[in-house]
């Protein structure tokens, strides 16, 4: 497949079956999404899923994070053109749904602040709401709202993408999927709800998966392939490499390294560095 038409996303192989997608320029501070970048966007996954060359894609942002959000000159250009808020609505739509209907796998390379339509869709809706005859809340109840959705949403997707790295998608699906539960008793304390017989059956029967999980052991040995990758780290006994001359002081740091192969035995989860067959 030629990726040569792709001027904003950076596509290479990094290996055989493996396509890396990079968003910006290396070297900048954040990548910042264009008009153009979102088009691309919107139409590289119907092109990796016709791939036959690629199994698995990894999209990462260039510089200090993963995504500063979408260029303000191309949200400027869509506040003043209609047509223009069409095109990037249609794109936005075609970007999540190819995205989703890609048959190959996609790994998202998180690093740093990433930024979405929330810095927008926020602004718009709020002028939206006063467009249409809203108020503006109370100081007490803005303040309020701010501290349910930044924990309610932004602190537990934090936790989310942590858990993921850590504890693999099945696991981190299971002790998610508990959520309901500790909202349905925040109800019964705070609003009174009755606790019914199929309340507490489920609740018990997720406390058993989640008690299951946690006490499961699993140890056998595993091979860990040589990567070169660059992370936050310490020199403990699985970053005994040496430096460059231009490598960073002190500790942690973050730079460019090489993990030669390593085969050994201890407990594990399916997470990030343990990906291999049984």
Known sequence: MDYSDYKELHVRRVEPGILEIVMGEEGGKLSVT??????????????????????????????????????????????????????????????????????????????????????????????????????????????????????????????FVLALRQLGAARTAAYFSVAPFFGAAVAIVMFNEPVTSQLIAAGLLMAVGVWLHATERHEHEHVHPPQSHSHPHLHDESHSHSHAPGDPAGEPHTHPHVHESVTHSHPHTPDMDHQHRH
Do not use: Q
Not at 43 to 61: F, H, K, Q, S
Not at 75 to 101: H, P
Not at 143 to 158: E, K, P, W
């Open 34 to 159: 264009t008009a153009r970048m979102h088009g691309e966007m919107a139409r590289i996954w119907l092109d990796i899923d016709r791939d036959p060359e690629t199994r698995v894609a990894i999209l990462r942002g260039a510089g200090k994070g993963f995504s500063a959000g979408g260029d303000l000159a191309m949200v400027e250009e869509m506040t003043r053109d209609f047509a223009v808020r069409a095109r990037v609505w249609r794109e936005a739509k075609d970007l999540v749904y190819n995205l989703i209907n890609c048959s190959k796998l996609v790994v998202s390379a998180m690093h740093g602040p990433a930024v979405g339509a929330g810095l927008v869709a926020g602004p718009v809706n709020l002028l939206l709401g006063l467009w249409a005859g809203g108020a503006l809340p109370n100081p007490l109840s803005a303040l309020s709202a701010a501290v349910v959705g930044f924990m309610c949403y932004g602190v537990s997707l934090i936790f």
